[in-house]
């Protein structure tokens, strides 16, 4: 199909209102600022970028119909979603019908993008992984823990987060670590009381959650209102740095591949400065992830020639390399056979009341991505 204007075409279906919008509304904010100045400074390959974004309100529903739409009415090269995982199939079926790739960016990865079966027009910038993410934290818990380990476990009921819980209810068995209780509480809960009163009552002194950031932290809080004195672990999304230092709370601990802005590197500051000088909805240190994924798009499309099409893109797409500037531990490799990453680094987090601040608990670890 012939492009209409000179620009890079991009669909982007976001979460930007609803239940689930503080997760995914900031990656919008992150492309607003940081394409406003790339188109600002000539663009990419001398052309602009035009990224079109639709608000799903996490329903897959919607996210089906804006995917209809970019591939038949705004003949984008590629599209994104920045949403929950109930919406990734919807837009899935449309990548398939129309052949165009999609980028995750701002939520989990599908299994999809691992090595070594990739699904060609599949990619995702994000740092959540399943599969990944529990290996991690188990054997983390595993080595923070003294003594015997009664663990809790808590997902949202939508695909990944559940699947993920469930692989880490398995895994548990092949570490010696004793599964007591597993919630699996539905989006939107008005008082998760009944779900932490069941995980307090089987006696878990470790609780693992791995869900949107909502979920993770109502429950927590709900456990503690019961009195619960155990140790929680969660994923640190890009709300984490500013939620440890509201909840203070030695035994709340946050993990994940992205750096705290208390690292304070010269990319965090660059943020930092581009949120404060565009007023962006979202505080700056929410734009982490967004922004992750822009450089990751800017690089795409460095990489797709002029005119574009989602074939160039498929093929720019198996040749990334993007250095992280400090955001993350290592760069963002994808190859012919893995559109996630080469080496995931990992990084925990707590708060620690003799600091009165945020310390790393374990430093950059390592996980290979095979």
Sequence with gaps: PAFAEDAYRIGCSVAM??????????????????????????????HPVKIIIEDDVGQPSKAAAHAK??????????????SLSSTYAPMLKAVKQYNIPILFAGGVCPEEVYPPKVDPNQCCSTAYAAKYDSRFALSFIKEE???????????MNIPVSRGEIDFAEELSKTMGIEVVDKEVIP?????????ATKIKNAGANWAYSWAPWVLQVRTFEALRKLGWKGKYLTYGHIMAEEELKRLKDDGFYVFGTNAFFADNTEMHRKIKTASTREKTIYPYHHLTEGWIA??????????????????????????????????????LV?????????????????????????????????????
């Design 69 to 82: 739409k970019f591939a038949t009415q705004d003949k984008v090269i590629l599209m994104i979603n920045t």
């Design 294 to 331: 822009a450089m990751v798009l800017e690089e795409i499309l460095k990489k797709t020639p002029w005119p574009p099409s989602p074939e160039k893109v498929r093929t720019a797409i198996n040749q990334i390399r993007v250095d992280m500037k400090g955001l993350k531990g290592a760069p």
């Design 187 to 195: 989006p939107p809960t008005p008082d998760y009381t009944p779900f």
């Design 334 to 370: 994808w190859s012919a056979d893995n559109h996630y990453r080469t080496v995931t680094y990992y990084r925990v987090y707590r708060w620690d009341s003799k600091k009165n601040g945020i310390i790393i608990v374990k430093d950059w670890t390592p996980l290979k991505v095979r």
């Design 17 to 46: 209102t609803g239940p689930v919008s503080g997760n995914y509304g900031p990656t919008k904010d992150a492309f607003d600022v940081y394409f406003k100045e790339v188109n600002a400074t000539g663009g990419i390959n001398g």
């Design 145 to 155: 823990a003294k003594g015997p380990i009664k663990l809790g476990l808590v997902a």
